[in-house]
Each structure stands twice: as structure tokens, then as C-alpha cells.
């Protein structure tokens, strides 16, 4: 908060300090005199007493209030540095995760839960001067990089807030300057014979504000693919080799291979971890359009149900037969933009086979139809061999990097993670208010803690607070003498 | 009167209406030889407007300019014809009190104040240009092209500069009606580079008491528990107390003002100035709240004696003849006559974002400017700036520190830090909701709060001092009764606790944790419980608040505490904004246009970000340590050079 710099300073802060984008490793670092008790909430691992550059190695687990719903998010290393050996000259926890961003988002969250914040920029870097870590001229090489990049991380703020997402963030900010206004017109202007809301009706107003922030919370704080993993389907014609690939990437032979098209009848699902992210494989049932067989039948349409459902297809073609007519039929079922086209058994055949295989592809109708390019094919086609085992770390980086393509930047989860703490502040300040309603304090007393709750909205939408209730107070009542 | 022998005074004080009047007394109190010049001697401290003093946020600051030694607080209580404590239901940080005062004789209070005032002289007279010399001001010219030279001028001219009065369509040069505009010194303040611009206010028409039907509107009567605004007060009320009386527009009013609406000059677009928009003309109300039906309005007399009624709600500036029609239709006023009608006012002001916060301009040394002139509005707001700036015109001449208020200590500093820190676009009024730290910013508690200061100043005399000092051991007594005696959990007290529909006790507890419940207050707390202790709300009110509220009163000083921090940190005022690394461009503008002294008035400027906050610390900090510290290097740096700073 603005009004608050040097409390501020007293907290402890976290941000992720690796390169942007989806890497090996990640490091979040977590500075402040506080930052063992915040970080050992997350990780229990962690011994009775910490040594300075010393290396731990455990799960983080997420600090759910019910034990038995605790679970583990991510394996990781912590660092510890002691006061005045540090980067920033105060306490700090480095913690080394997978290069996940939607894991690295996650362990932020939990850093916020137990009374981290989220660094601002440069603050590091303040810190490491006001403990002088480092000198004048080092600091401010960093805050000219800074200002030189701030005007485009507000866009990116602005970015990633477009849409409904932030009309939802604004109705909870007027919701909250209405009420604020209400109360400040009720002290300032009590001569004045307004219609000012009934207790009841602050009472109503605040829990629909209520209501809207914790559901906002509540989505940032399960993401999606966290929640459920990543749910690629394989498609393809019989006998091309999706149950054998299946087997690779969950490392067990959990489908059944043979060389009888349509051995696979029903869905068969495998969850696998890679890099922290789970990631469940569905095989199906081949789908041959002219079969006769009742069962198979069944089998292709949940085969096709699958895919529909899915977060990303692999569709499998034999390069052994080259793409075939029901190949291209099948094909012409599914989407592209979350489709990957997989030549089977290169084993069997020759680089040049290879090519020509591109270029038939290039001259499908499928491509012509949702006008495909060169491009598209480059980032989309893989040719693997499931004899081959090198073939698996090769498809699940081509997996996360699409996955996480839209968050190639750190900042982008650094400003999801940012929201998340500004909105549950934001909820458990206007839960107090709610308190100090019932506990019939005066309007005082709400109005500061209602405004705080409005100043975290107005970060997160990019606003500063100033003034805006004087504004609103005109605007909604008629006053004067 | 004048002592006009001498040529020469230490301290000029130009314009004698609210600011003025408590400007020249804090100085020539001071021991300054003070010249007060204004243009109208029947005029002293006179209300342009409403004749009411305080309200919310707006008594408090009487009571601050009361504790400290000022003369507003004794005038209104002297003078008081109707008492209300505001708020009084609501919570303890926002109650405020009101006065309406017998208009003529708080100025004639206020002129024998000056007239009898050791160390002041004061002349009338019209203040044409300053004496200059270079970019100090070494006194004034008058009309008559006299010079009289002075240390330091403090200018109070109120709505006076360059004033232009609206009557519909109508214009004539003025400050207010009966006193002339006064010409010269803004023009001369532009010339010198000053920013000066326009504001615009109004006041509603004044009715002739025997032409109002006084059964059709209902009387207003004020409180009858009543807490003057000065300690030095010793009965109060001392006039007769009378009512107000309400009473209502109609459908016909609002009928008529719209059809007459091409008849004011503030819908034509003939003001320029902004006016204020918690006081907006009934032109105004009509428009933008078009759904609603009826307005009220307060018909206030001006005094026990007086035959004019002030309309409060009703300020306009459309012609005589429309105000004549749409007053007739308001229920008491179908008769009325008006003996004077409304009108705006246009006049210059001084963009205060040039003024230090001991009111002085920064380009102009020894040129204090108080009051509407720095583009407040009201009478408290004036009276608090006149009263620091005649202290600081004083204190320059002596050789004194400057004496500047903290928002923490007082609504005259957050006042005086608002205006010298965020300009002003509209006539500016006080709100308790412009303070932050508005729980510790209480009328009860104004004495606590200044006691120290006020006593340093030396302005309040012996005898407040006196009063001071003993209910302050009043209240410290109090509190110390408090925390020392308990009450046990027998079945007696358990019974009276019961009948003060309040939990019974587990274990024994002292008057100060038992007073913390909120259900139970001092005063139903120590009838019940028959205690010997003081019933005086003087005394125990700031008591019991501050044990009912401790735990957010706790909370907001250690705010206060630690933003404390930042206001140590002083700029200094030679700093190059465009040396400092890190600060957008439009930051670099806004800081170097208003030179805050210190990172936490920096902070308080809109548009400046806190990023902007750290690359100033690192600016400050980084000067020093360049001097007196050895360069850094540690072995831990290099074991993070691989990380990258993203942040
Ligand atoms: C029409 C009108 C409507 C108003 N409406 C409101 C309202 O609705 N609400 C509100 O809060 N306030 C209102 N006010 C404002 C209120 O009157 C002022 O805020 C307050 O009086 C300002 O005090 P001051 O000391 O700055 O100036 P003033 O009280 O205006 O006093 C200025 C003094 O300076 C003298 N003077 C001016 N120029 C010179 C000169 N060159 N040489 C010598 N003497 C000079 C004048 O004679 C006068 O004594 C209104 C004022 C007017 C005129
Ligand atoms: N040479 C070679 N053979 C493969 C490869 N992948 C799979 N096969 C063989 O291809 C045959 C079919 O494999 P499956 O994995 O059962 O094929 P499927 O697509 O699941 O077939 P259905 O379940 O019938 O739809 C088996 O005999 C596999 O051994 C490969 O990369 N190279
Ligand atoms: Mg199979």
C-alpha cells in the first residue's frame, strides 16, 4: 500500500529471480528477517536448524487448513543464506523447483498464504543497497532497467487482465468506493439529510463484494492444469502404435501391443509426472470408419468424445504406409490448435520418405481447409519411433513449451501470483469489515479497513488510489449549502 | 490607531478577514510590531457567507487554533446563538461541533480584539503592489502610493483580488457585496511568474425576517449539552439560544429555475472559474439530480438583533427577478422579500504549490500568503492558515524555526500539507476524510494532542496555560484510577453487570479492561457501580475513548510511526530531479514543481509511484554513503551472479 513504504520494508518478499519462460529449474527467492518462519510453513522438510549455505532437499507442500487435503506441489532444493551473507543482506531461502511456471505460480501462492508478499520490481535490488550489499552505481544500473521496462509490464498487467476478468475486478472496486463513498458522505455530511444505506444494506453490500472476492480467490488459486493435469488424447488409425506409445511416456505397459489392428477397444488412461506437472495419456480405441464390430463401434465414439475433451491430441500416423485416405478422414475430425501430428515407426523408413511425407501432409485437405502453413507444420510435426526411448523427453517439452507458451514471461505468473495476494487481502480486509459492522463500530472504523481493501483491488487493476471518494461522493449525493 | 510615526513595522498583515485577524494577533502576541491594513474597518473577521462556525473536520480546527493561543474558538463561543454537536450518535473520531453565531457581533468581538491588541496597529487602506526588492518583499504600496516598509508581508485577501460579482447576467467588480474588488497585487504576483488562475463561490440571497410565514417551515433547535470550542470559555452559551427553521422546495421551484437556467451565468459558460462542488448552487442541485423532487433548505438569522435571514441550500446567481419567483414557491416564503440577492463570486487565487508549508512563496522571500488566497474556502480553513502564517512571519523576524504542523498532530497540518503538496482545482474545504490518521484526530483530544506544542509556541498566555496543564493531569489521573482499581466477580457485581445487558465476569478485572466492552460506557458504568470518579465529559471523554478504542488507535499510531520515518527524511531543496535515476518523466515534473521537503511528502503526491519513493531513498542514502562509506564487497554477490534480478 502507498501510505505504507516502511512496513513495507519489514515484510518478507518473494518473486521468482530465474530467466522468463518454461527452463530446467526455477528459483524463487524469498528475502526478509521473517522468511524462515514463512518458508518452513511450506516446507517441513526443512531441519531444526537451518546452516547458511547449506542445501535441503524435500516437497513443498501447500498449506490447506485441513491436514489430510495437504499435498505436495513440487520437489525442490532450498538454499538458506543468513543475515548479512545473503544477496540482499537479510535472510534469505532460495527455492530451486522445476522450471514449471504453473508450479512456480503455485509455490508463490503458498509463499503469500504464509505471509510473504510479492516483490516489487526492483525491490531486491533496494533491499540489497539499503543493506549494503551493493553500491550506488549498481543500484542505479537496476532502476534504469527498470523504468525502461516498466511501461511494458504494464501492459502486460493490462494484458492479461482484458476481458471479463477485469470487468469482474471493476465492479468489485465500484462496489467498494459506492459503499466507501456512502460511509464517508454518512460522517461528513451527516447535516445533510442524504439517503445513506441502512446498516442492512452495508451488511448485504459487503457480502456480495465478499462473495465476488472469494471467488476470484478461490480461481486463481486452482489453476487449472493443476487441479486436473494435462490431458493429451492419441488418435489414429488401428495398429499405428498409440497404446505402444502410451506405454513409453507413462514408462509402464499399462496398454496392450499387438500387431492386430484394433487390440485397443476401450479408453485407457495413464497419469504421468514430468518436470512437476502431471500429465494424463489417453489411448483409444483405433477408429477404422468402416467397421462392422458393435464393440469397436462403441470404442471409436468414446475415441472421438476423448479427443474432444482433451487438452491437446497427438494424432499417429503409420510412416510405414504414409497417410492413408481414413487417415485423412480422421484428420478431418479434429482441430488444429491443439493438435500435434505424430509419424510413427520412423525406424521403418528412410529420410527421404520422411520429406515427401511432409510435403503429402502439406497437401492434405486438412491443411487447405484451416489454411495451414509451413510454420505450423514445423512446430507440430514430430516423427518418433516408440522403439526409440528419446523420443519421450522430446515430445513432453514439445507439450510444455505450447502449454505454457502463453506464460512465456515470469512476470505474467509473478502478476497472477501479485493478484492472488492483493485479492485475498483485499477479502480478508472486507471480512473484518463485515465484523466491525456486526460488532457495531462506527463508520470510522469500517472506512479504514474498507478503504485498504479497495487500495488492493486498485493495484491489481493498475490504479492508484487518490481522491477517488471525495469524486464519488459528489457524484452520488447532492450536498451543499 | 495607527502608529504611523514610524515608517517602518516587522510584520505586514494585508486584509483583515479571517486569516488576517488571526494572523496579526498571533504575531503582534508574539511581540512583532504588526501593521494590519484592510479596506473596509466595518468589516473586520466579517462572514461573507453562512453565519456558522465549524462542523465537521472544520471544528476541529477551531479547537487546534483555540489550544494553541488563536482567537477563533473565544469568538464563536462568545457569540453563539445556536450549539450542535455534530455526529454526537456516530463514532468518537468524527464528532464536530457547530456554532451558528450572531454575525455583527463576532466581528465587532473580533475588531475589539485587534483594536486592543498590544504590538498591532491597524489603518485602512487598499494595498496596491509590493515593495520588492529583487525577489524579496521589503513591505507595501497603498493606494495613495504610500510605502511602508515591513520584514515580512503575510497577504489575506480573501475573495478580494481581481473580484467579479454575478447577478444573472449581470457583472460588476467586487469582493463581496459592499466591499470593493481590489486590484493590483495578483496582477503584479502573475508578472513576477507566480501561477495565478480563477475560482468562483456563491452564497444564496438574504430574506427579510417579517415577509417569512415562519408557521409553514419547522424550527431547528440546537443541542442542550453543550462543549464550547475554547477552554478558555467560562459560561457558555451566553446569548439566547435560537432555532432555524427547515423548510422545502417544490415541484414549482425547480419548474422555474429551469426554465430560467439561459439567465445564469454559470450555464452559460460566462464564469471561467471552478467552484466548489460540495457547496453547488440550486442551479446546480436541479440539473444534475434532476430525479429528485425537493431540496431542503435551513433559513438561519443572522443574529438576535438582525433582520436578515441567511437561505442555507439556495446559493444562485441567476437574476433578482427569477430569485424572486422561485423563492415564492418554497412553503413560508410567498411573501419574501429579499434585502440582498445571491450571487457568485469569481476572484484570483495563488496555486499553492508554490508556497512552502510555513506559507511563505518560494520565489518571493518574506511573503506569507493565509487563506482563500491559496485557494481554500471557508472561514476555519482561513483562520488556521492566517494564524501559521503570522506566526511564521513572526518567527522569521525573530529568527525562530519555522512552526509547521504534522498530519498527525493536527488538521491544520494535513490542511496546510494538501494544499502546499497537491494544489487545488476547486475551492478546497476540509473533510475528516482527507486525514489519514483521522482516529487520533479528534475534537476530544485536541489538547493531548498539541499540549507540547502549544506550550513551546507560547502564544496561549498563562491563564489557558494554566487550564492546560490541570486538565491534563485531570485526564492522566483519571486513566491511572482506571487502571488501578477492579471490580470483582461476587454475585452483586455479576447482578449489575447482568442489568447492563453485558457478559458476566470470569475473573476480576480493572475499570480500564471492564470500560473496553463496548456495550458498557463510563458514565452508565460508574452511577451503576456508585464510583467516586469525575463526571465531567472534558475529562473522562478522551479517556474513555481511547480505552474503548485502544487496539485501533494503537494500530494507527505505529502507522504513524513508522510513516514518522519517512518524514525525517528531508530533501534537500537544491536536489536535480533529473540526476535521479529510475523516476519517469512525469514524476521528474511533479517533483521538482512542488520540492517536497521530505520522502514522505513525496510520497503523498499523486502520480508518484513507489518505485519513485525507493529511487529517491537510493538517491539520498546513496549521497551520503558516497561520502562516508567504504565501497562494499561482499563473497556472497558472487554466488548469486547467476541469478538475474527479474524484478
Ligand atoms: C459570495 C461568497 C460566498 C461564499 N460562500 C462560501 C461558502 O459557501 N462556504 C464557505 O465555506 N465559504 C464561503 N465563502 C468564503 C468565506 O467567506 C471565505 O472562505 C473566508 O472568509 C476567507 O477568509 P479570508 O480571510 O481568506 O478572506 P476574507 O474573509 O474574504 O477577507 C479578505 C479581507 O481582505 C481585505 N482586502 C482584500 N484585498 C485587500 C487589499 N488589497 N488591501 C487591503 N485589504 C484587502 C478585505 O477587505 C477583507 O477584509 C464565500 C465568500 C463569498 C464572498
Ligand atoms: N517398427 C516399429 N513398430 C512399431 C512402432 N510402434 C509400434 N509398433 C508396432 O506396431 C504394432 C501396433 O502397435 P499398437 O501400439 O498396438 O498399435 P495401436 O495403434 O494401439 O493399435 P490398435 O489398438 O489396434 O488401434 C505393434 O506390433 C507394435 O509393436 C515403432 O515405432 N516401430
Ligand atoms: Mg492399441
Redesign the pocket.
Same mark, same amino acid.
Given at each position: 500500500m502507498k501510505s505504507n513504504l516502511v512496513e513495507r520494508e519489514q515484510q518478507v518478499i518473494c518473486a521468482i529471480s530465474t530467466p522468463p519462460g518454461y527452463g530446467g529449474i526455477s528459483v524463487i527467492r524469498v528475502s526478509g528477517a521473517d522468511s524462515e518462519q514463512v518458508v518452513r510453513k511450506i516446507a517441513p522438510f526443512l531441519p531444526q536448524e537451518v546452516k547458511s549455505h547449506s542445501v535441503y532437499y524435500g516437497f513443498i507442500q501447500s498449506t490447506e487448513l485441513n491436514p489430510s487435503t495437504v499435498k505436495s506441489i513440487d520437489e525442490v532444493l532450498v538454499l538458506y543464506f543468513e543475515e548479512g551473507r545473503s544477496f540482499t543482506g537479510e535472510k534469505v531461502f532460495e527455492i530451486h523447483g522445476h522450471g514449471n511456471p504453473v508450479l512456480s505460480d503455485q509455490i508463490l501462492q503458498e509463499l503469500v498464504k504464509s505471509g510473504a508478499r510479492i516483490a516489487d520490481r526492483g525491490e531486491f535490488t533496494y533491499r540489497a543497497f539499503l543493506n549494503q550489499r551493493i553500491d550506488l552505481v549498481q543500484a542505479e544500473s537496476v532502476l534504469d532497467l527498470i523504468q525502461s521496462q516498466s511501461s511494458s509490464s504494464s501492459q502486460m498487467a493490462l494484458r492479461q487482465l482484458q476481458g471479463e476478468l477485469s470487468k469482474e475486478i471493476e465492479h468489485i472496486e465500484n462496489a467498494i468506493t459506492r459503499l466507501l463513498a456512502h460511509l464517508e458522505a454518512s460522517i461528513d455530511f451527516s447535516t445533510e439529510n442524504l439517503e445513506i444505506i441502512s446498516q442492512k444494506q452495508t451488511l448485504d453490500q459487503l457480502q456480495h463484494i465478499q462473495k465476488l472476492l472469494a471467488q476470484r480467490v478461490s480461481e486463481y488459486q486452482k489453476g487449472k492444469l493443476i487441479r486436473e493435469g494435462l490431458v493429451v488424447s492419441l488418435a489414429?488409425r488401428?495398429?499405428?502404435?498409440? =497404446? =505402444?506409445?502410451l506405454n513409453m511416456m507413462v514408462e509402464q505397459n499399462k496398454?496392450i501391443?499387438?500387431? !492386430?489392428?484394433?487390440?485397443?477397444r476401450d479408453l485407457i488412461e495413464s497419469t504421468t509426472v514430468y518436470n512437476g506437472q502431471k500429465i494424463v495419456f489417453v489411448?483409444t480405441?483405433?477408429v477404422r470408419t468402416d467397421s462392422v464390430d458393435i464393440v469397436e463401434k462403441i470404442g471409436i465414439e468414446k475415441s472421438m468424445e476423448s479427443h474432444k475433451s482433451a487438452d491437446y491430441v497427438f494424432f !499417429?500416423f503409420d510412416l510405414s504406409t504414409g497417410i492413408t485416405p481414413q487417415d485423412e478422414e480422421i484428420l478431418s475430425g479434429l482441430k488444429p490448435e491443439n493438435l500435434y501430428l505424430l509419424g510413427?515407426? =520412423?525406424? $521403418?523408413v528412410s529420410e527421404a520418405d520422411l520429406e515427401s511425407t511432409q510435403k503429402l501432409l502439406q497437401q492434405s485437405n486438412f491443411f487447405k481447409r484451416n489454411q495451414l502453413d509451413s510454420h505450423w507444420i514445423s512446430s507440430r510435426l514430430a516423427f !518418433? =519411433?516408440? $522403439?526409440d526411448k528419446k523420443c519421450r523427453e522430446k515430445l513432453f517439452d514439445m507439450i510444455m513449451e505450447l502449454a505454457f507458451s502463453t506464460q512465456k514471461e515470469d512476470r505474467a505468473i509473478l502478476t497472477h501470483a501479485r493478484h492472488f495476494e492483493k485479492l485475498s487481502e483485499a477479502l480478508s480486509k472486507i471480512e473484518s469489515v463485515q465484523k466491525m459492522v456486526v460488532a457495531k463500530l462506527g463508520a470510522e472504523f469500517l472506512s479504514q479497513e474498507l478503504k485498504d481493501s479497495l487500495i488492493c483491488v486498485q493495484e491489481v487493476l493498475g490504479k492508484h488510489y487518490d481522491d477517488q471518494i471525495v469524486d464519488k461522493i459528489f457524484k452520488e449525493f447532492c450536498l451543499g449549502k | 490607531m495607527a502608529d504611523l510615526s514610524s515608517d517602518s513595522y516587522q510584520v505586514i498583515v494585508v486584509g483583515a478577514g479571517h486569516a488576517g485577524v488571526e494572523a496579526c494577533l498571533s504575531s503582534a502576541r508574539l511581540g512583532v510590531k504588526t501593521l494590519l491594513i484592510t479596506t473596509n474597518l466595518d468589516r473586520i473577521a466579517y462572514m461573507s457567507c453562512n453565519p456558522s462556525i465549524g462542523g465537521l473536520a472544520k471544528g476541529h480546527m477551531v479547537r487546534e487554533i483555540d489550544i494553541l493561543g488563536g482567537e477563533m474558538g473565544l469568538a464563536a463561543d462568545e457569540t453563539c446563538i445556536q450549539y450542535k454537536r455534530l455526529n454526537s450518535s456516530k463514532g468518537p473520531a468524527v464528532r464536530g461541533t457547530r456554532v451558528q453565531s450572531d454575525k455583527d457581533k463576532y466581528s465587532a468581538f473580533m475588531t475589539e480584539k485587534v483594536l486592543n491588541q498590544k504590538n498591532l496597529s491597524v489603518i485602512q487602506g487598499e494595498v496596491k503592489r509590493l515593495v520588492l526588492e529583487g525577489s524579496a518583499c521589503r513591505g507595501v504600496v497603498l493606494q495613495d502610493g504610500s510605502i511602508i516598509h515591513s520584514n515580512t508581508v503575510v497577504i489575506t485577501t480573501g475573495t478580494f483580488m481581481n473580484g467579479v460579482m454575478h447577478i444573472g447576467l449581470e457583472q460588476s467588480p467586487g469582493g463581496r457585496v459592499g466591499d470593493q474588488a481590489t486590484v493590483g497585487l495578483s496582477d503584479q504576483l502573475r508578472d513576477f511568474g507566480f501561477t495565478v488562475q480563477r475560482l468562483k463561490t456563491g452564497t444564496p440571497a438574504r430574506l427579510l425576517n417579517s415577509s417569512i410565514d415562519w408557521s409553514k417551515t419547522v424550527p431547528q433547535y440546537g443541542d442542550t449539552e453543550f462543549f464550547p470550542f475554547s477552554l478558555r470559555t467560562e459560561t457558555f452559551p451566553k446569548l439566547k439560544q435560537i432555532a432555524c427553521f427547515l423548510s422545502r422546495t417544490t415541484e414549482q421551484t425547480h419548474d422555474i429555475i429551469r426554465k430560467n437556467l439561459d439567465k445564469s451565468p454559470m450555464f452559460c459558460g460566462v464564469i471561467e472559474g471552478v467552484g466548489p462542488r460540495y457547496c453547488p448552487s440550486i442551479e446546480d442541485k436541479i440539473t444534475r439530480f434532476a430525479d429528485k423532487e425537493s431540496h431542503q433548505t435551513f433559513l438561519e438569522p443572522e443574529g438576535l438583533d438582525s433582520d436578515l435571514i441567511y437561505l442555507q441550500g439556495i446559493s444562485t446567481s441567476l437574476p433578482a427577478d427569477v430569485q424572486y419567483e422561485f423563492l415564492r414557491t418554497i412553503p413560508g416564503l410567498e411573501n419574501v422579500k429579499i434585502v440582498r440577492p445571491g450571487y457568485a463570486v469569481e476572484y484570483d487565487f495563488v496555486e499553492p504549490t508554490q508556497i512552502y508549508h510555513r506559507l511563505e512563496t518560494r520565489t518571493i522571500s518574506n511573503l506569507f500568503l493565509a487563506g482563500q488566497i491559496n485557494g481554500t474556502s471557508g472561514y476555519e480553513e482561513a483562520a488556521a492558515q492566517g494564524f501559521v502564517a503570522g506566526i511564521n512571519a513572526a518567527h522569521k523576524v525573530l529568527n525562530r524555526d519555522e512552526f509547521i504542523l504534522d498530519r498527525d498532530q493536527a488538521y491544520i497540518g494535513v490542511l496546510i500539507d494538501d494544499l502546499v503538496t497537491k494544489g487545488t482545482k476547486e475551492p478546497y474545504r476540509m473533510f475528516t476524510s482527507r486525514a489519514e490518521h483521522r482516529l487520533v484526530l479528534r475534537e476530544d483530544n485536541t489538547l493531548d494532542r498539541l499540549f507540547d506544542i502549544s506550550l513551546n509556541l507560547k502564544l496561549s498566555g498563562s491563564a489557558l496555560e494554566e487550564k492546560m496543564i490541570k486538565l491534563k493531569d485531570e485526564r492522566q489521573n483519571l486513566l491511572s484510577y482506571l487502571r488501578s482499581e477492579r471490580i470483582f466477580p461476587n454475585e452483586q457485581t455479576q447482578n449489575k453487570i447482568l442489568e447492563m445487558k453485558s457478559a458476566p465476569l470470569l475473573k476480576p478485572a480493572t475499570y480500564e479492561e471492564f470500560l473496553r466492552r463496548p456495550e458498557i460506557n463510563y458514565t452508565d458504568f460508574v452511577k451503576k457501580f456508585e464510583i467516586p470518579a469525575v463526571a465531567d465529559p472534558q475529562i473522562f471523554e478522551p479517556v474513555e475513548i481511547e480505552i474503548k478504542y485502544s487496539g485501533y488507535i494503537k494500530r494507527q499510531l505505529e502507522i504513524i510511526d513508522q510513516q514518522k520515518r519517512l518524514e525525517r527524511m528531508n530533501i534537500p531543496e537544491s536536489t536535480n530531479y533529473s540526476d535521479i535515476k529510475g523516476l519517469s518523466s512525469e514524476e521528474r515534473d511533479k517533483l521538482s514543481r512542488v520540492k517536497p521537503r521530505t520522502l514522505g511528502q513525496a510520497q503523498r503526491i499523486s502520480g508518484v509511484n513507489p518505485s519513485a519513493i525507493q529511487s529517491l531513498m537510493i538517491f539520498l542514502k546513496g549521497r551520503k554513503k558516497l561520502k562516508d562509506l567504504p565501497s562494499d564487497n561482499s563473497e556472497d554477490r558472487s554466488s548469486h551472479g547467476q541469478s538475474v534480478e527479474t524484478r
Open positions: 489414429g488401428p495398429n499405428v502404435g498409440k =497404446s =505402444s506409445l496398454a501391443v499387438t500387431a !492386430i489392428p484394433g487390440t485397443t489411448d480405441a483405433g !499417429i510413427n515407426k =520412423s525406424d $521403418l !518418433i =519411433s516408440t $522403439l | -
